[in-house]
């Protein structure tokens, strides 16, 4: 016995290292910050768009808090330095970023105040602050798709009850339109998290209308201009809390911390219908620790998860058969609330810790063993750089690359099943070009967008919603 003990030991150990060897070193996206931090987990707080990363966080620096922003444009290779968006004198906090185009939407707290700001070129500049709110509770949450903007407010309504109230721009956030009451509930209705994708909107939020803190869900088909009801996504008898919501085609992710066992694990409700039936909910993790703040992206059929594991820190797992099945959570840093995003292969995460801001990457960690560092970065020397713009459309996109010299190029679209439903031919230039494709006759899901030229080949993920 004691033989057989001494050799798992070691597979378990070189298991762990593996897991941990594709990670990065942990790099310091906040230099000079004395006490930063980033937002509940249903406020991101990084997003890509493209090879684009964006990061927003809450840092005191001088006499005040302020929103800082960063961003990287070569996968989180290299950072730009990060720059206050608010006044560093201020009390700022709780930041939240969408993105739709290439404008950058941000939305934060400053008690009682929620403010709004937008970049319209990618975050290298931007423009004035605007007042959403002035009798806030908590922090706003925010959801961009095409021209829509939605904010989700919490408001107090008496002593004991809050709600939440919605707020939209349809003109990509130029002008805004009166703030209407969501919920109406006996009880607390707080912290909603909310995404968009095409004409769609999502929202879970903690709500204890019932006595008993739950997950709630509504969703809208039209841009929010009408909702479905309330209802109660995840309730084991016991307490819900701190839901968020992905979304990925016509599948709808909603993971959050629920008691049901005894203390805080991480539970999963999934829907592949875009929110019109929904799976049983499942127990993703087990630890005899609080594990709650979950924040999960999608890529088809990989999930990856990363939340909080109280007295150890930020923690990833992830899924590569849609949810069925998941790896054990591995240790990505000490600290608090992580986040993460994907760029083709590479997985990107963020967390607090220690006051600073931390960034670590794994540069094949979304497309697994079949894709490895060297075959990302000859991709990119070649030249193609292959983006598509708006990623998550129904009915145009355009197909974004660049070209070292001018020859033809091939476009092809394949459906998830590998079928070939597109094929677009083109006259390529030295330099940047772009494609209009026009998918008003294809059925929403998810696609694939291969471009091939001068011997050298790309592919890029293509999300069609109607």
């Given amino acids: 016995m004691r033989t057989k003990i001494l050799i798992l030991i070691p597979i378990a150990l070189l298991s762990f290292l593996a897991a941990m060897a594709q990670w990065s070193p942990r790099v310091k996206l906040s230099p000079g910050s004395i006490a930063a931090g980033l937002n509940e987990n249903m406020g991101p707080c990084l997003v890509a768009c493209g090879d684009t990363l964006n990061v927003v966080w809450s ?48 939305v934060w707290f400053d008690s009682p105040n929620a403010w709004y700001k937008r970049s319209v070129d990618g975050g290298a500049n931007w423009n004035p602050a605007v007042l959403l709110d002035g009798s806030s509770t908590f922090w706003p949450g925010i959801a961009a798709s095409d021209s829509v903007i939605t904010v989700a407010l919490n408001i107090d309504v008496s002593t004991s009850n809050s709600e939440i109230f919605l707020i939209q721009s349809v003109n990509s956030g130029v002008s805004w339109g009166p703030e209407v009451r969501f919920t109406s509930a006996d009880g607390r209705s707080e912290d909603p998290a909310i995404r968009a994708q095409g004409s769609q909107i999502h929202m879970v939020w903690n709500d204890k209308r019932n006595g008993n803190m739950q997950t709630y869900y509504a969703r809208s088909l039209d841009y929010g201009h009408t909702w479905d009801q309330n209802m109660s996504l995840i309730n084991g008898g016991a307490m819900s809390y701190c839901p968020m919501v992905s979304l990925n085609g016509t599948y709808v992710d909603v993971p959050c911390g629920d008691t049901r066992s005894g203390n805080y694990d991480i539970w999963l409700k999934q829907s592949s219908d875009s929110g019109t039936s929904w799976n049983p909910e499942k127990q993703l993790t087990t630890d005899p620790l609080t594990e709650a703040y979950p924040y999960l992206v999608r890529d088809s059929m990989r999930l990856h998860l990363v939340f909080i594991r109280w007295n150890s820190g930020a923690m990833y797992m992830k899924s590569l058969d849609g949810g069925a099945s998941w790896d054990d959570p591995v240790l990505l840093g000490h600290g608090g609330q992580p986040f993460i995003a994907f760029t083709g292969c590479v997985l990107h995460t963020i967390w607090p810790d220690s006051g600073s801001i931390w960034y670590s990457r794994n540069p094949t960690g979304n497309c697994g063993s079949g894709t490895s560092v060297q075959e990302e970065q000859s991709s990119h020397s070649r030249g193609l750089n292959l983006n598509i713009q708006p990623n998550v459309f129904s009915e145009k996109t355009r197909i974004v690359f660049t070209l070292t010299g001018n020859g033809p190029v091939m476009i092809t679209i394949y459906d998830l099943r590998g079928n070939e439903v597109a094929v677009i031919p083109e006259q390529g230039n030295r330099g940047l ?14 696609y694939f967008c291969r471009l091939n030229a001068s011997g050298a080949t790309q592919t890029a993920k293509l999300v069609i919603t109607k």
């Fill in 433 to 446: 070009n772009q494609v209009s494709f026009n998918a008003s006759g294809f059925p929403p899901g998810i």
């Fill in 59 to 106: 840092d005191i620096r001088t006499q005040g808090s302020a929103i800082y922003y960063a961003h990287s444009s070569d996968r989180g290779l290299n950072w730009s330095n990060p720059v206050p968006l608010t006044d560093t004198t201020g009390s700022a906090s709780f930041p939240a970023i969408a993105i739709s185009g290439s404008t950058v939407h941000l």
